[in-house]
């Protein structure tokens, strides 16, 4: 399975969860808030997130449910589980550390 | 995952299983609005539709790579894979029909013989008393005399003090087979039942399904209980299915016996190699037994009988215990039980029934049945190895295309796991069909009862060996397409003969194998069979030809004073008779089932060991028992018809007992002492065969059948004539003295020494069968690698012809390689036959598990079957032409 080539494993799995955590939203709407939040600089593909939304799904971190939109349109809606949210704030915690260390490796000064 | 992870993911999981086509629906369903959603946006944004349209495309990224990833990252794909692989790998075997046909074949076969060999050593060794509650607990009971007498049965007596003082059994139970002669209506019939005792019904948890079981006092009490519980088939069959049978009466022997109850369904009784008919409680053992009533006597030794350990005892344990209930015996009753133990059996080792004929067998089946199951593998593996090679293109393109090696793993095990089911399956049909192979084996097979039992043990038996061989000839193929490179294959077929040969070594291998593990069996189905020639041969010590029957006075009722005259009648009327030679009685046959008579004995001059206890066999014999026999006479005389009751006791011994007990001095004169009386030694005959054709030669000795009396003695008749017509003129004879006797089967001593012997025949049969089978899958592998050999290197062999080598050259190069690979396989085999073959070791007789001669010919025959197998392949690479082949 081919994976968005320049984003940490894992690290997409992360954000969806966290776009989830403000709001339950369905495929599109993750998508658009993942380029509007991130400014395009990850250059996840739209279609990459799904994949990633059924592994989540059957991981058990995000529950789906299909509801009508306002125009009478089937969507298929995402929202974290508890489970999902325990998982966010041991992601969140787990990247804060290394991401840390690696900005502290980063901006050391050249002898 | 954890629990909570599989609450969520559990009914996703059922679903996409389910109702994959759904699943699908909906996940195709979300990517289409998504698309749709991005379309309206960006017209919104004032693309033109098809602009809008390609746009969102492209910002999604390849559909269906979305759509196969998402498919991917749901679960149950593990399930899909494998109906994936499973349909995939029909599809593959039926693309090579004869292939497969071939694998299944090998496989039903070997499966089959082994899930027959397990189910028989199940349901003759391990379990063979259906219905019976905790046979794993079950243990027989058997003496065990000091000296030269090895195993024998206890007293009635001897039984009750072991019942009650074994405080370590749950039950014991005494279950003594018995023929009987049942009148129903004007005529007879003989059964065969037991003599149990009263507990027995209750002790091994079966229950009457009419009527009831025995009631403890039934045990007691010469003749005062006939009472009789019947089989199921005998209900149906005899008195169809009556179900007011409770409380009739029925003639046994002729004593009328109350029916009491109707055993249950499928349940045979507890004795290896017979279906009981009927039970009857120990009182009325006088009945059924020659010899008289023996209850009271604890010399009188017939009881075979079973223990149940209380849960958690062991063997050791129990018959710690039970060794010190024989010792006190010892002690308290010093003239019966001197130098007598008991021992306990697991019931595969039980002394007194066919398990311990059959056991040996069995053993040795195992071996070779695994052995054979070990060649199919080699072979089905080489067969998918020649496979595998030519998919090899297959393979490549498949992890080019980006397939990982654990798939290509898991799609070979799938494949291997399609033969090995299908083989397994019909393994179990033909072990099914089987189930009864052994009885049809056995000379006396139709009155005898040796069923294989396919429980769930056994087909836990047969789903492991499925497994293993699944995993064998899966894991082989995949061995050999671990180094697959991408490019290589990929390239055009380059068909270079190098390439093949760096291959070829584990088709060799196997083949190698394959020749070591056929010619291990070919050389011990040719020791059992030299060694049946030669016990069929073996000089028993009497003449072979000489017929015996028997004559049913005890079911007429005669008493003894009835019968010895009787006897005394019979044999002067026999003897007047044309064609006839002698004729005489003797209360035991050699190597027949019954077991002889023995006494604790002493010998004037000789002091015993203080624990030595020197009992020795007997056998109650007629006037010219010797002479009829053909046994010869050492020295002294024969019993005469004056030697009677009233006469001073006498005996004859043999020439080992001579050696033995007075140091091989001519004894006559001297004295024995038999069961506490002094007889005189009259004769001295020689050794022969008494209990088994492979005992060698011990103690013996006779006294003469009016002083120590058996109602129902066989007869013996030495005759020239036919068996047919002795026959008959026996039977007129009897009917002359009496029209209400009847005769027992008449048979030849000779059929005697065949029916003690049928259990090397058993094992000749089917080791022969089997040893047949391994060389014809071993040939079968032979030109299977051999033709594909020549197939691959058709470019070097058109070389060599080209430069000049003429097609004998070639026919002897291929023959060669061929033959080297058996000359390989045989040394390997020789070496591991001759470490083996002892396992043979009971069921050989006079045959050195090592003979060179049954080895010289097993090389022959291997040699010659190689020889065979390459002609083939060989004739193929002398017909290739040169000029067709180069240019190609």
């Known amino acids: 399975m081919s994976k968005p080539s320049d984003l940490v494993q894992g690290t997409l799995d992360m954000l969806i969860l966290k776009i989830l955590a403000l709001q339950p939203s369905n495929g599109w709407a993750i998508s658009q808030r993942l380029k509007q939040i991130s400014s395009d600089v990850l250059g996840v593909s739209d279609g990459s997130i799904y994949p990633a939304l059924h592994k989540l799904e059957h991981c058990g971190w995000i529950r789906a449910q299909w509801k009508s939109s306002e125009n009478n349109r089937r969507a298929k809606l995402y929202s974290l589980t508890p489970l999902g949210r325990k998982q966010l704030e041991h992601e969140t915690a787990n990247w804060n550390r290394v991401s840390a260390a690696i900005s502290g490796i980063v901006q050391l000064k050249e002898a | 995952m954890n629990l909570e992870q599989w609450f969520y993911s559990l009914p996703l999981r059922l679903r996409s299983f389910f109702h994959p086509n759904q699943a699908d629906e909906e996940m195709k369903e979300e990517l289409h609005a998504h698309l749709e959603q991005q379309i ?19 910002a999604m990224g390849g559909l269906t790579q979305i ?171 005899r008195f169809k299915g009556d179900r007011e049978i409770i409380g009739k009466r029925q003639r046994l022997n002729n004593v009328p016996h109350t029916i009491i109850g109707v055993a249950p369904e499928g349940f045979y009784g507890t004795f290896v190699g017979r279906a009981m008919e009927f039970w009857v409680p120990v009182s009325m053992e006088g009945i059924f037994r020659s010899g008289g009533y023996k209850l009271e006597d604890r010399g009188a ?37 001197r130098g007598r133990g008991i021992g306990i059996w697991p019931l595969w080792q039980t002394p007194f029934n066919h398990a311990r004929t059959m056991g040996p067998t069995l053993e040795v089946m195992v071996v070779v049945v695994a052995f054979v199951l070990l060649i199919a593998c080699a072979n089905v593996s080489n067969l998918l190895l020649v496979r595998s090679f030519v998919r090899r293109h297959e393979m490549s393109v498949r992890l080019a295309i980006g397939a990982s090696r654990g798939r290509l793993l898991k799609q070979l095990l799938t494949e291997g796991l399609i033969l090995a089911a299908l083989g397994t399956a019909g393994g179990s049909l033909i072990a099914y069909c089987c189930r ?108 072979t030809s000489v017929a015996v029957t028997g004559v049913s006075v005890v079911a007429a009722d005669y008493d003894v004073p009835r019968a010895k005259t009787f006897q005394n009648e019979l044999i002067d009327r026999l003897s007047g008779l044309p064609g006839i030679e002698s004729a005489t009685f003797a209360a035991v046959t050699p190597l027949g089932y019954m ?107 006779y006294v003469p059948l009016p002083q120590d009396f058996v109602r129902e003695p066989d007869l013996y008749i030495s005759t020239t004539q036919p068996l047919q017509s002795t026959l008959a003129a026996v039977l007129r004879e009897v009917h002359v003295l009496d029209q209400n006797l009847a005769l027992y089967e008449m048979i030849t001593l000779q059929e005697q020494v065949n029916r003690a012997t049928s259990p090397q025949l058993v094992a000749v049969t089917l080791v022969s069968t089997l040893g047949g089978l391994a060389l014809l899958l071993a040939a079968v592998g032979l030109y299977g690698v051999m033709s594909y050999a020549v197939a691959q290197s058709t470019r070097e062999l058109g070389l060599r012809m080209a430069l000049g080598a003429g097609a004998a050259n070639l026919l002897r190069l291929v023959i060669s390689r061929g033959l080297r690979l058996t000359t390989g396989g045989v040394l390997f085999g020789a070496v591991a036959a001759l470490a083996l073959t002892r396992l043979l070791g009971q069921l050989l007789y006079n045959v050195s598990p090592h003979d060179p001669v049954v080895f010289g010919l097993a090389v022959a025959v291997m040699t010659t079957t190689a020889i065979f197998a390459c002609l083939l392949p060989a004739w193929r690479a002398s017909r290739t032409d040169p000029a067709r082949v180069l240019r190609a």
């Open chain 2, 436 to 543: 009864h192979l052994l009885v049809m084996l056995l000379p006396e097979g139709r009155a005898m009862y040796l069923p294989g039992a396919i429980d769930d043990r056994v087909m836990a038996m047969s789903a492991g060996i499925c497994l293993v061989v699944t995993l064998i000839i899966g894991l082989v193929p995949a061995f050999e397409t671990r180094h697959l490179d991408l490019a290589g294959p990929l390239k055009a077929e380059s068909g270079s003969v190098v390439g093949v040969r760096s291959r070829g070594w584990m088709r060799s291998g196997l083949v190698i194998f394959q020749v070591c593990l056929s010619f291990i069996l070919l050389v011990g189905a040719a020791l059992l069979l030299e060694s049946l020639q030669r016990i069929r041969h073996a000089n028993p010590g009497f003449s």
């Open chain 2, 40 to 58: 309206n946006e960006n017209i919104a944004k004032g693309m033109s539709a098809e602009e809008a349209r390609r746009s969102a495309m492209r």
């Open chain 2, 301 to 337: 030794r017939w009881v075979e009988s079973y223990v149940r350990l209380r849960p958690g005892v062991s063997r050791a344990q129990a018959q710690q215990q039970i060794s010190a209930i024989a010792a006190r015996l010892q002690k308290e009753y010093p003239v019966t039980n």
């Open chain 2, 595 to 701: 077991s002889f008579a023995s006494s604790p004995i002493e010998v004037d001059g000789d002091q015993p060991a203080p624990n030595e206890q020197l009992e020795v066999e007997y056998n109650q014999v007629g006037p010219g028992y010797l002479a009829t026999l053909g046994i010869p006479l050492l020295s002294g005389r024969e019993f005469a018809r004056s030697d009677d009751e009233n006469a001073a006791l006498v005996a004859i011994v043999n020439r080992t007992m001579m050696m033995r007990y007075w140091g091989g001095q001519d004894p006559i004169g001297r004295r024995l002492q038999v069961k506490g009386r002094w007889a005189r030694v009259v004769g001295v005959a020689a050794d022969s065969k008494y209990e088994s054709m492979d005992e060698t030669p011990k103690s013996f000795f």
């Open chain 2, 67 to 237: 759509e196969q990833q998402c498919r991917d990252a749901r679960g149950g794909s593990v399930l899909q894979d494998f109906i994936q692989d499973l349909r995939y790998g029909f599809r593959q075997l039926l693309r090579s029909p004869g292939l497969s046909a071939m694998a299944i074949l090998c496989l039903t076969l070997c499966i089959g013989a082994n899930a027959a060999v397990f189910s028989w050593v199940e349901g003759i060794l391990f379990r063979p008393y259906p219905l019976v509650a905790h046979q794993e607990r079950l243990f027989a009971v058997s003496a065990t005399v000091q000296g030269e007498g090895g195993l024998d049965e206890l007293s009635w007596p001897d039984f009750l003090d072991l019942r009650r003082n074994c405080t370590l059994c749950d039950d014991s139970f005494v279950t003594s087979i018995t023929g009987s002669t049942l009148n129903i209506g004007d005529h007879a019939e003989v059964t065969t039942g037991s003599i149990v005792s009263a507990n027995y019904f209750d002790a091994i948890g079966v229950h009457p399904i009419l009527g009831r079981g025995f009631e403890a006092d039934e045990d007691v009490g010469e003749g005062s209980h006939p009472v009789v519980v019947i089989s199921y088939q005998m209900w149906r069959n």
